[in-house]
């Protein structure tokens, strides 16, 4: 296990992670260490995941829902083919 030295904390920081470890029966390091285990995962939580599309995002919260059935993927897919199938067209003169 490694160390981490972090200089500059603002002493009302201090104090308040120094009362939490006592009120918790935790040492200052090991409040420390939870409190930065916790605020990683909130902020891997609060970041969309990379490369996720707007399709695979909507699909997963539907999934999450078990709103979805074969006819709502066979629609989607037929969208995010046509979606695709425009890539490389002309640009149409509205002149």
């Known amino acids: 296990m490694g160390d981490m030295l972090i200089r500059g904390i603002p002493e009302p920081l201090k104090r308040e992670i120094e009362q939490a470890a006592r009120t918790g029966g935790q040492s200052l390091s090991g409040k420390a260490i939870d409190l930065l285990r916790k605020g990683i995962v909130a902020e891997r939580e609060a970041r969309p995941e990379p490369g996720l599309s707007a399709w695979d ?36 003169d509205f002149e």
């Open 57 to 92: 995002a909507i699909r997963s919260a539907f999934l999450s829902e078990n709103a979805i059935g074969d006819e709502f993927a066979e629609i989607m897919e037929g969208i995010e083919a046509e979606r695709k199938h425009d890539f490389g067209r002309p640009i149409e």
